[in-house]
């Protein structure tokens, strides 16, 4: 595996500090982020310095109970051929559930949920690993999420989890120290452990971020500084592996270029003496027995249990049997807050719009519609939800909205249908010529009017 050295998380945010910044022999991109041939001008830039860039996504969902989406292969496929990467990495976990296979609703979690670490749900996730690796171009490394929540029955911890999966695929590792944090506080996993059973010499390279304690769960932000705790089992981590590569994560709440100089900087020293102290032997556990090849029984199965969880997240029905009630609640509220956050972020106007009470608004949207598609529909879809049922009081604000929506609910923008250009080039035309007011609009307005 190449050596990565220390880099950072790119986004759009930070690209001009990220450029300045010293040190940095590589980066990291949200893959479903990016499009080739319309690469943001600064990674361009950092490719041509020879700076490597990683494509990482986000919505494959390889730890789901379907096959994985050729479609989104051929994406991610494709962003690492354009950006001549060395490798892409995605998540060990699912993000959508439902649907053909179950005969239930399609739902989206638009976030990583933890797939059950059970032999079952290994096979699965085994079998959709090496329908990727078939249709990737270079290497694929998975990585280990944060989860609030656990699943009732699990038959192994993460290390072995993640250890036969590495055994049966060959696939590469990323190993989040962040998580196991996370994982130590929400679910009582103990990090020391889960590197001792890890296949370290799978490891691809390793992340680095910052999070928050509330109320005695832990939230993997990505949006505060690094802890001395995620620090630590770095440390530890290094002092079993020289870990190929390194990557802090940022992406939001983004500091002063100094200060993300700064966590690189521990970062860097906590690599330094955890390689400068004895290492400790991995343990290995022994491997499961060979096991046939996953049957559509099995999917359906894995499938119905990732439903009834999503469904309890996203759709407000009861708790399967099992589950700790309370985090589940937590990690509802937690999705319903990221997908405001993400909707806000792909439709910068909404919030514009409608101001203090977008937040509200869009809560109690989600709260009755799960999202069935990706984030820029969950816009369109909330807008028009709006408009339909509680559109805003405020004139102005109603006219924007209006306006906002139907630009982009058709097939084409609604300022460039042909009706409407026709409409607009002919009031120029009238306008020129000095025909005006009452004379000519019902016209104008017939022509401006959507067909029906």
């Not at 500091?255 to 390689?275: I, N």
């Not at 807008?383 to 405020?394: C, F, I, S, V």
């Amino acid at each position: 595996m190449a050596e990565l050295g220390t880099g950072i998380g790119w986004r759009p945010e930070i690209a001009d500090a990220v450029e300045r910044m010293p040190g940095i022999d590589w980066v990291e991109v949200v893959a479903e982020n990016v499009c080739p041939g319309r690469f943001p001008d600064s990674l361009l830039r950092l490719r041509g310095r020879g700076v490597t860039v990683v494509p990482h996504g986000v919505s494959l969902g390889l730890g789901g109970a379907g096959r994985p989406d050729e479609g989104r292969l051929a994406a991610l496929a494709e962003r690492a051929t354009a950006l001549g990467s060395p490798l892409v990495t995605e998540h060990i976990a699912f993000v959508r559930a439902g649907g053909a296979l179950t005969a239930t609703p399609h739902l989206e979690a638009g976030h990583l949920l933890p797939v059950p670490r059970t032999r079952d749900a290994l096979d699965v996730l085994c079998a959709n690993v090496r329908i990727a690796q078939d249709a990737l171009p270079v290497p694929l490394a998975l990585e280990n999420i944060a989860a609030l929540i656990s699943w009732p029955g699990e038959e192994l911890t993460e290390g072995q989890f993640l250890y036969e999966l590495a055994d049966r695929t060959g696939v590469r590792l990323l190993i989040d120290v962040a998580n196991l944090h996370t994982n130590h506080v929400n679910r009582g996993e103990d990090p020391a452990r889960a590197l001792a059973e890890l296949p370290l010499e799978a490891l691809a390279y390793v992340h680095v971020a910052g999070g928050f304690e509330r109320d005695g769960v832990w939230h993997d932000s990505h949006a505060h500084p690094v802890p001395r705790p995620v620090l630590d089992i770095l440390t530890d981590l290094a002092s079993r592996v020289a870990p190929p590569g390194v990557l802090l994560e940022r992406d939001d709440n983004f500091p002063e270029p100094t200060e993300l100089e700064g966590e690189l900087g521990a970062v860097r020293e906590a690599v330094s003496v955890g390689r400068a102290k004895p290492g400790t032997a991995p343990e290995r556990s022994a491997a499961g027995p060979s096991r046939p090849p996953v049957t559509e029984p099995a999917r359906e199965q894995l499938g119905l249990a990732q439903a009834a969880v999503l469904s309890a997240l996203v759709a407000g029905t009861p708790v399967p049997e099992g589950f700790d009630r309370v985090r589940m609640g937590v990690q509802a509220r937690a999705l319903a807050g990221k997908r405001a956050d993400v909707v806000a972020d792909v439709a910068p106007e909404l919030p514009e719009i409608l101001g203090e009470s977008y937040r509200r608004a869009f809560l109690d949207y989600a709260r009755r519609h799960p999202m069935t598609g990706g984030y820029r529909r969950d816009a369109l879809d909330f807008a028009g939800h709006l408009l339909r049922t509680d559109p805003p009081q405020d004139p102005v604000a109603l006219r924007e909205l209006r306006d906002w929506w139907r630009e982009r609910s058709g097939p084409v923008p609604y300022s460039r249908r042909p009706l409407v250009r026709a409409a607009r080039a002919t009031r120029r035309v009238w306008s020129r010529i000095g025909l005006r007011g009452a004379a000519v609009r019902p016209a104008l307005n017939s022509l401006s009017r959507p067909a029906s």
